[in-house]
T-cell receptor, first 114, second 109 residues
Framework: NAGVMQNPRHLVRRRGQEARLRCSPM?????VYWYRQLPEEGLKFMVY????????ESGMPKERFSAEFPKEGPSILRIQQVVRGDSAAYFC????????????FGQGTRLTVV | AQRVTQPEKLLSVFKGAPVELKCNYS??????LFWYVQYSRQRLQLLLR??SRESIKGFTADLNKGETSFHLKKPFAQEEDSAMYYC???????????FGTGTRLTVIP
């Protein structure tokens, strides 16, 4: 089991472009969590998804951000029209059952907006 | 509201010296607390949780409800302990963990 895989590891986007971050959960895991870490801050929860459903998006910015976890394929965090303030490390975690404390983390994607 | 505070961004100790990484929390309920570690170029991984009361890699952490603290301790630091350490709180019924800002530990040979 390769663990939670995130790609790309590093992503550079110009202001106004779209960023797509992918997360492949551990085998058999159907629960996915996305966190964002801004510079000098701790990881902040963004969204919790189960296959094909968004369960909790209380941490997602209201605009430009969206997430999905389709029946087949990885979970995608999509940021439209990126701005400099979106520059951060984005971490994905997955769990076998519901519960963030049982989750395993990926290595993160570092997004830089220039 | 729940909050996790790690007052030290950076901490350097010499090899063989004791190390303590501080974590304070605020939460009105009964907390469950964790320490996560991220070694260079590796993923964030669970180091220990307070309910298991175990020692991992020589690290221990005791939940002190009176002081609302969950400090991470190791009596003799090793070079391989150099990493980022995050304290996290699990709120009952929540779908996420609340993380502190992290402490970067450097063990000097």
């Amino acid at each position: 089991n390769a663990g939670v895989m995130q790609n790309p590891r590093h992503l550079v986007r110009r202001r106004g472009q779209e960023a797509r971050l992918r997360c492949s959960p551990m085998k058999g895991h159907s629960h996915v969590y996305w966190y964002r870490q801004l510079p000098e801050e701790g990881l902040k929860f963004m969204v919790y998804l189960q296959k094909e459903n968004i369960i909790d998006e209380s941490g997602m910015p209201k605009e430009r951000f969206s997430a999905e976890f389709p029946k087949e394929g990885p979970s995608i965090l999509r940021i439209q029209q990126v701005v400099r303030g979106d520059s951060a490390a984005y971490f994905c975690a997955s769990s076998l059952t519901r519960g963030a404390k049982e989750a395993f983390f990926g290595q993160g994607t570092r997004l830089t907006v220039v | 509201a729940q909050r996790v505070t790690q007052p030290e961004k950076l901490l350097s100790v010499f090899k063989g010296a004791p190390v303590e990484l501080k974590c304070n929390y605020s939460y009105s309920g009964s907390p469950e607390l964790f320490w996560y570690v991220q070694y260079s170029r590796q993923r964030l991984q669970l180091l220990l949780r307070h309910i298991s009361r175990e020692s991992i890699k020589g690290f221990t952490a005791d939940l002190n409800k009176g002081e609302t603290s969950f400090h991470l301790k190791k009596p003799f630091a090793q070079e391989e302990d150099s990493a980022m350490y995050y304290c996290a709180l699990d709120q009952t019924g929540a779908n996420n963990l609340f993380f502190g800002t992290g402490t970067r530990l450097t063990v000097i040979p």
